[in-house]
């Protein structure tokens, strides 16, 4: 093969490279700009929890990273995880937010943790608007558990014991940079620090826990999904005209019977 031949083929393979970088990035603008990364890396920490009885406890933190973002910002927490051994026991427990496969990211934020008579109850809230659609839109926008034979059971605000009020773990999952600097004199982040930290912010579910219904995120519209990565606007089903006009779009979205909205929408008609 000759000089002239080889310089050809090279151009021609650099031109193939070319539109495939090309078309990797139409791809990428096409669907917002939108990355997904996986395995990440970590972080772990230990803060100290006030309970409402004056007790407290020193609870190990860790998350994970990787999910759908934004190209340029930084990764969303994964999964993350709460242990923790309950006061005067052995008794070591464990609480994990789960990665959601049709959220890109974990399911909730942890905000509290509480024990009483034995029993503790983890605070959490739904991680951004689709989770939030997603875990029911509860107002106040919390998601409450209780350790229930050995097994993390759901319940509802009305069902917390009313002595349990405050926010006692730190919230917001980027301020890592911050719990390193303020745990480095005793190995974990002080109960009162973790008050400064908390107090820093503006929401009023983040100050204490709320008992009563608020104006929470206006922005988040109810959305449904179908199961399989697609979220649409619920107003999208409810303004159709009628309830066949209704199952047809379903049908169209690859909405199923159990994911359909219609019969909710509709149930009056």
Known sequence: MNTSTTRHLLNHF????????????????????????WATGADTWQEEVLLHDGQKMVVERSQSYGGRHEVGQS??????????????????????????????RTNFNLLALHVKDKTPYVIAEPNLCLAYNQWGRPNPPYVIFKWVANVWERIGIASLPA??????????????????????????????????MNGRLPQAQYRSILREPMNYDPSCIPMVTNGKGLWLAEGRFKKKPS???????????????????????FKDQ
Do not use: M
Not at 16 to 36: H, K, M, Y
Not at 243 to 265: G, M, W
């Open 14 to 37: 650099r031109n193939i490279a070319r539109r495939i970088v090309l078309a990797i990035g139409l791809v990428a603008s096409v669907f917002g700009g939108v990355s997904t990364a």
């Open 75 to 104: 990764l969303p927490a994964r999964e993350h995880t709460i242990r923790f051994t309950l006061p005067n026991s052995s008794n070591t427990i464990s609480w994990t937010s789960t990665y959601g496969e049709g959220l890109g």
């Open 163 to 196: 002595e349990l009020t405050s926010i006692n773990l730190i919230v917001n999952n980027s301020r890592i940079e911050e719990i390193k600097d303020n745990s480095k004199s005793t190995g974990y982040v002080p109960a009162t620090y973790v008050q400064v």
């Open 243 to 265: 309830f066949d006009a209704c199952l047809a779009s379903c049908k169209s979205d690859d909405f199923d019977e159990a994911t359909c909205p219609c019969n909710r929408l």
